[in-house]
Nanobody
Framework: QVHLVESGGGLVQAGASLRISCAAS????????MGWFRQAPGKEREFVSR????????WYADSVRGRFTISRDNARNTVNLQMNSLKPEDTATYYC??????????????????WGQGTQVTVSS
């Protein structure tokens, strides 16, 4: 069983930066690809970013590419999302998720077996 806990969310102004983190426990972190998703009120959960097990390959949604950077520290069992040039449309609850099986659609929620409780990011205009 993998337990994920997000932190670092908050309220910022448009154009600002924010770094959110996810701490994992209960499993062998380096065996999992990790993803970030977000969900705004009234909208479906959407893929934001993913990083492979070793940290050498990353994926991003078009809406965040060039502004967000995902990273991981396998020694500390953490995955981070550095968010720059934030926009009001980035406002959402952000969730980290662990992909323990691999091989499916990396942007699909169903690919990820474990989820954190989420951290709120609010960007004011």
């Amino acid at each position: 069983q993998v337990h994920l806990v997000e932190s670092g969310g908050g309220l910022v102004q448009a154009g600002a930066s924010l770094r959110i983190s996810c701490a994992a426990s209960g499993g062998i972190f380096s065996r999992y690809a990790m993803g970030w998703f977000r969900q705004a009120p009234g909208k479906e959960r959407e893929f934001v970013s993913r990083i492979n097990r070793g940290g050498g390959t990353t994926w991003y949604a078009d809406s965040v590419r060039g502004r967000f950077t995902i990273s991981r520290d396998n020694a500390r069992n953490t995955v981070n999302l550095q968010m720059n040039s934030l926009k009001p449309e980035d406002t959402a609850t952000y969730y980290c998720a662990a992909d323990t099986v691999l091989g499916g659609d990396i942007s699909a929620s169903a690919e990820y077996a474990y989820w954190g409780q989420g951290t709120q990011v609010t960007v004011s205009s």
